[in-house]
């Protein structure tokens, strides 16, 4: 059983920048790993995802040019660098992660078997 730990959730100052981090545990790391959102009364939101090996990366158009994903298989961790946030930004950020997902399928939560338990990031004007 593949356990996912989100952190490095806060308040940040509009245009401002915070890092997430999501360490998992339990079985393989050899997923695809994503981030979502989601804010209150609004429904989950993709924001990235990086294959294993981390050649393949893919964000949501919201956050593409101000986030950045990345993953360090050695410590089995995902990062989400989160630059030039936006009040729009806030939300409960959820690590995620999958087996295998096709292409054209990571932005969807069905898709992922593992969630974290979510961090909190909020952003004031």
């Known amino acids: 059983q593949k356990q996912l730990v989100e952190s490095g959730g806060g308040l940040v100052q509009a245009g401002g920048s915070l890092r997430l981090s999501c360490v998992a545990s339990g079985r393989a790391f050899n997923s695809i790993m994503a981030w979502f959102r989601q804010a209150p009364g609004k429904e989950q939101e993709f924001v990235a995802a990086i294959s294993w090996k981390g050649g393949n990366i893919y964000y949501g158009d919201s956050v593409k040019g101000r986030f950045t994903i990345s993953r360090d298989n050695v410590k089995d961790t995902i990062y989400l660098q989160m630059n030039s946030l936006k009040p729009e930004d806030a939300a409960v950020y959820y690590c995620?992660?999958?087996?295998?997902?096709?292409?054209?399928?990571?932005?969807?939560?069905?898709?992922?078997?593992?969630w974290g338990q979510g961090t909190q990031v909020t952003v004031s004007f």
């Open positions: 995620a992660a999958a087996s295998s997902v096709d292409a054209w399928a990571v932005s969807q939560p069905a898709q992922y078997e593992y």
